[in-house]
């Protein structure tokens, strides 16, 4: 079982960063590919990045390539997503996840022990 929680979020102008994190508990972290997806007011949960449990291999939402950046410390137990030049339709609640079953890399149902998530507002 891993616990995770995510920080960082906040509002912030279009145009400007944020660096997310999610820490976990438990001794597994490094076992788990991991994922980051967010939830706008209204919408589904979407996939927005994909790491692999060593950290070698990633994966992202074509919205967001060029602009996010998924990383991992598994000494520290946690995963981090760097979001730059930020635009308004990112807003929304950003959660992440261990990925636990091969339904595909981008599905939220391969995911599990989902964090509360931390809100990122991004001003027009």
């Known amino acids: 079982q891993v616990q995770l929680v995510e920080s960082g979020g906040g509002l912030v102008q279009a145009g400007g960063s944020l660096r997310l994190s999610c820490a976990a508990s438990?001794?597994?972290?490094?076992?788990?590919?991991m994922g980051w997806f967010r939830q706008a007011p209204g919408k589904g949960r979407e996939f927005v990045a994909r790491?692999?449990?060593?950290?070698?291999?990633?994966y992202y939402q074509d919205s967001v390539k060029g602009r996010f950046t998924i990383s991992r410390d598994n000494a520290k137990n946690t995963v981090y997503l760097q979001m730059n030049s930020l635009k308004p339709e990112d807003t929304a609640v950003y959660y992440c996840?261990?990925?636990?079953?091969?339904?595909?890399?981008?599905?939220?149902?391969?995911?599990?022990?989902w964090g509360p998530g931390t809100q990122v507002t991004v001003s027009s």
């Open positions: 438990g001794r597994t972290f490094s076992t788990y590919d």
């Open positions: 996840a261990a990925e636990l079953w091969d339904r595909g890399r981008d599905n939220v149902n391969s995911y599990g022990y």
């Open positions: 790491i692999s449990r060593g950290g070698s291999s990633t």
